[in-house]
């Protein structure tokens, strides 16, 4: 992510009428029309007017997808019970993948999402990027969360209605009620989802092209809050959890930045410049939603575990104030979809009360993995945003580009009449440094934070050492 921001437009935020409505699956959803201009909506935008006067602040937060946000862990005195029933059920062991994606949904992330999709929903989601209520109302919903059975597995479900989810270790996880079981196109879902066929997507390779032929949707029942022992829970806060913690910070906006890299001092110029935007605005205490995706990443994404660590001493070093952060875990897989992706990312931070998203260049995005150029083109996915259907709460912070200003030996706003005076330090560069234990110009990242990168470079680059060893020694 080599770019951050100038701009702040919104679209009008309506309330939503329905409490909880199941979904309208006998009619297909409608095309909307653009409600407008891209480049006009930066240009000018009538409700930031609206926002710029004193006292014209919300203060209470954004209402979830659907007006009530999804929770669907049983109480407890009901456990037992749905323990007992779930062991006389057909089983299904679900993959990492499949387990983040129950994960998201048990917690409310898809509100109003109540399960693993049926085939109305997958279909919607695929070709309109959304879901309409049976009220007619429209809500956001741009990737598809499903669950796939190979034929031996649907062979041994037959004519059950529900089936028990099992995590890898053979534990019960849910119950999946009210089945339906569904052709699993799988070229159709890549070319929608991704906009090519070509191999090599990493999400694809791991979760979808060795799946079932099958998948399977209905409503999710969980025994308990699902957990990762890994030492990283405590980070992992429902959409419940952030919105009681921005309710006990008095935020009158909430503004989330995703990211699934390090953070450096660019990062921060832009979280730090938006507050302060915000404040400019009338609003008196703006949190940012720090929210690393926590879920499926590429091989060569720095791991959760590092990144967290990281994050950590951007903090402690006082470059983001922790008074007015909330550094949290967003439990989801990553697609790498680009603007179809980013589209999911932002409607999930609505449910988690967010009603700024700050959005970059190629967000969601990455490298064609066939060819020498980037899969996106780096600003569809932030024009896209702002004209998605069922998005229109949310108000869109995209942003221009930093670099190192070596006049002022700090990562700074892009100067364009005054090129030569800024380096870009690209992410191969910031990783060639730090696997060989080299520093990066003074005020690119905060010192606590290098050194966190260090030590993980340096511990990948032993163990590449070791395996060559081992290599040798066959």
């Given amino acids: 992510m080599a770019s951050t921001g100038a701009a702040i437009f919104r679209t009008p935020r309506a309330q939503s009428p329905h409490q909880g409505l199941p979904f309208l699956t006998q009619i297909p959803l409608h095309a909307n029309s653009v ?44 456990r037992a019970s749905l323990k007992r029933e779930a062991a006389s059920l057909p089983r299904i062991k679900l993959s990492r993948i499949d387990l983040e994606w129950a994960h998201i949904v048990s917690e409310g992330w898809a509100s109003p999402l109540r399960g693993f999709m049926r085939q109305a929903e997958f279909l919607q989601t695929l070709h309109f990027n959304s879901l309409r209520l049976q009220d007619g109302s429209v809500v956001n919903m741009s990737v598809p969360i499903v669950l796939a059975i190979d034929d031996l597995q649907k062979e041994a479900i037959g004519r ?148 967290m660590r990281q994050h950590d001493k951007v903090l402690e070093d006082g470059v983001l104030d922790p008074a007015t952060t909330v550094l949290a875990i967003f439990p989801s897989p990553m697609h790498y979809a680009g603007p179809t992706e980013v589209q999911w990312h932002a409607k999930a931070r ?68 005054r090129p030569d005076d800024f380096l870009f330090i690209s992410g191969t560069k910031m990783r060639n440094l730090a696997k060989n234990g080299e520093n990066p110009p003074d005020g690119f990242m905060c010192p606590g934070g290098w050194k966190v990168l260090v030590e993980y470079y340096q511990s990948m680059k032993s163990l590449e050492i070791n395996k060559f060893k081992e290599a040798i020694a066959v």
């Avoid at 930031?48 to 203060?59: E, L, N, P, T």
């Avoid at 009360?353 to 064609?368: E, K």
Wanted: one cysteine or more.
């Fill in 160 to 307: 059950s209605n529900d089936v028990a989810l099992l995590d890898s270790n053979g534990q019960i996880v849910a119950i999946l009620r009210n089945i339906e079981i569904y052709k699993h196109n799988k070229e159709e879902r890549i070319a929608r989802t991704w906009g090519t066929t070509a191999p090599g997507l990493p999400y694809v390779e791991e979760a979808i092209v060795h799946a079932g032929n099958w998948l399977i949707g209905g409503d999710l029942e969980f025994l308990e809050r699902i957990t990762y022992n890994d030492g990283l829970d405590h980070y992992r806060l429902s959409p419940k959890q952030l919105r009681d913690e921005f309710e006990k910070r008095k935020a009158d906006a909430v503004f989330a930045f995703q990211l699934r890299n390090p953070i450096h001092n660019g990062h921060a110029l832009l979280m730090t410049d938006t507050r302060r935007r915000l404040l400019e605005m009338g609003y008196k205490n703006p949190i940012l939603l720090l929210h690393p995706l926590g879920g499926f990443t590429k091989a060569d994404d720095v791991p959760l575990s590092w990144r």
């Fill in 350 to 417: 609505i449910n988690a009360g967010a009603d700024f998203y700050i959005v970059g260049r190629d967000p969601a995005g990455m490298s064609h993995p066939k060819e020498n150029r980037d899969l996106y083109d780096p600003d569809h996915g932030k024009m896209v945003l702002s004209m998605a259907p069922g998005l229109e709460r949310l108000n869109i912070l995209p942003f221009r580009v930093a670099a190192y200003d070596k006049k002022l030996n700090k990562m700074a706003f892009f100067d364009p009449s």
């Fill in 35 to 78: 409600r407008f201009k891209y480049r006009a909506a930066l240009a000018q935008s009538p409700m930031s007017a609206c926002m710029r006067k004193k006292g014209v602040i919300r203060s209470s937060l954004i209402e979830p997808d659907g007006a009530k946000l999804v929770e669907l862990i049983v109480p407890e005195d009901q």
